[in-house]
């Protein structure tokens, strides 16, 4: 009598793209046919911001997350269908945290609205108006050959109309959560100037993307940039 081999078990990386991707292509392209500006994330408010790092007890591989310190960087805040605050939606930020020196490079994060279960971390969630909350990077960087995610807490939920200090934290897959930093925002006003926030691009120091990942973020992308393709830049510090 034959046995059957057990079907394998999808890596946790291959997983988790799988989950996002799906989400994320459906409201990239169903964005893209609504309006011909940006898809996703069109209306923005852009601010200097703070990091400071108090690394956790445990190393998630990352320098930049590992080592204590302050850090200037760039901000910015929007809804991804762009509908909010007035109707719900599904939060956005984006974090460049800027070189300190010539030989240093700038690293981007972008973060959205999600649950922080060990699944419900790669699923977005549209937030009601008036309400913040959790954001995650949704889709994982290796560190140290293990899946990296970073996640964005605001303090105040209720801030209004968007809260100003946030505390960051890290997990490697579907682990536990590790606070590492805080973050400090000086929301002046500004008017919206969006840039290209790359985290392909612009990576974590010490970390890499999977290829599954970087094949997934790429056509969305690649859709914002034909769409509209003379984006503002940010405020230089």
Request: hydrophobic share 40%; charged share 20%; proline share 11%.
């Amino acid at each position: 009598m034959r046995v059957r081999p057990g079907r394998p078990r999808p890596t946790l990386p291959a997983a988790a793209v799988a989950i996002a991707g799906r989400g994320l292509g459906l409201l990239s392209w169903a964005a893209a046919l609504l309006r011909r500006s940006k898809p996703l994330h069109p209306v923005g408010v852009v601010a200097g911001a703070v990091l400071t790092v108090d690394p956790a007890p445990v190393a998630s591989g990352s320098p930049l997350l590992d080592r204590p310190g302050g850090r200037r960087c760039l901000v910015r805040a929007s809804y991804a269908v762009g509908t909010g605050p007035e109707h719900t939606d599904i939060e956005g930020f984006a974090l460049r945290v800027l070189p300190v020196d010539a030989d240093d490079a700038r690293s981007d994060l972008l973060f959205a609205s999600t649950g922080v279960g060990r699944w419900t971390r790669h699923l977005l969630v549209p937030r009601r108006p008036g309400r913040h909350g959790a954001q995650t990077t949704l889709l994982p960087v290796r560190a140290a050959g293990r899946p990296l995610l970073v996640r964005l807490d605001p303090v105040d939920r209720l801030t209004q109309p968007w809260p100003a200090r946030y505390v960051l934290s890290w997990s490697h897959g579907q682990g536990t959560w590790h606070r590492f930093a805080t973050l400090a925002v000086a929301w002046d006003g500004v008017d919206d100037a969006p840039d290209r926030f790359d985290p392909v691009a612009n990576p974590l120091p010490g970390t890499t993307q999977y290829a599954a990942v970087a094949r997934l973020r790429e056509p969305a992308y690649r859709s914002a940039r034909l769409a509209r393709p003379s984006a503002g830049r940010l405020p230089r510090a």
